[in-house]
């Protein structure tokens, strides 16, 4: 079973200051993925990745930034977090895109 | 408009009944399609994909694909009240830049 980690589990930040949230997975899968859930609106991707060094926006990328310096490793940013991005964060591994994701247990944000 | 359409948005039904998940797409370019189950509390995980038009059977879950109609069903029998859970439909385009589109999910609830 792959597993992926994030960190921190719940995290209660201040308008305006900076967030780091962060993932780790050791499947050695080459794409990763950070998306957000909302009530309503189901599972939205902010940002992925194909390997490390690089980094794709996804669907709503505006507000956030992404980091991948490692095979293992991938951290979304919210370099002036505002309450509107209050959610739960998910990040996901997979091989390649036609391959199966696998979730990490998600980090609740609340943004103040 | 939402590229991936769920319905119903919830369901309950009895412990041993079955269990109908339906999944319309919009985007004739889909051509992979999933089924995620996300427990409370924790991160979504695969039940199960299917690519080609037919059934694909995996023990209890059956799912349907009609990539004429682009309609994607997810068949529970005998269900039980540990497959109440938030079950989101997924699909993914051709080519190497294609992302994975969530719909917004069904809350099924088993009733013992």
């Known amino acids: 079973e792959a597993a992926v980690t994030q960190s921190p589990r719940n995290k209660v930040a201040v308008t305006g200051g900076k967030v780091t949230l962060s993932c780790n997975q050791t499947?050695?899968?080459?794409?990763m993925y950070w998306y957000r859930q909302d009530t309503g609106h189901g599972l939205r991707l902010i940002h992925y990745?194909?390997?490390?060094?690089?980094?794709e926006k996804g669907d709503i990328p505006d507000g956030y930034k992404a980091s991948r310096p490692s095979q293992e490793n991938f951290s979304l940013i919210l370099e002036l977090a505002t309450p509107s991005q209050t959610s739960v964060y998910f990040c996901?591994?997979?091989?390649?895109?036609?391959?199966?994701?696998?979730f990490g247990p998600g980090t609740r944000l609340l943004v103040l | 408009q939402q590229k991936v359409q769920q319905s119903p948005e919830s369901l309950s039904v009895p412990e041993g009944g079955m269990a109908s998940l339906n999944c319309t797409s919009s985007?004739?370019?889909?051509?992979y399609f999933w089924w995620y189950r996300q427990h409370s509390g924790e991160g979504p995980k695969a039940l199960m994909?299917?690519?080609?038009?037919g059934d694909k059977k995996e023990g209890r879950f059956t799912a349907h694909l009609n990539k004429a109609s682009l309609h994607v069903s997810l068949h529970i029998r005998d269900s039980q009240p540990s497959d109440s859970a938030l079950y989101f439909c997924?699909?993914?385009?051709?080519?190497?830049?294609?992302?994975?589109?969530f719909g917004k999910g069904t809350k099924l609830s088993v009733k013992s």
């Open positions: 990745s194909y390997g490390a060094g690089s980094t």
């Open positions: 996901a591994s997979g091989w390649v895109n036609q391959d199966t994701q696998y």
């Open positions: 985007d004739r370019n889909f051509q």
């Open positions: 997924a699909a993914l385009s051709g080519g190497s830049n294609a992302k994975l589109t």
């Open positions: 499947n050695n899968h080459n794409n």
């Open positions: 994909s299917i690519f080609s038009d």
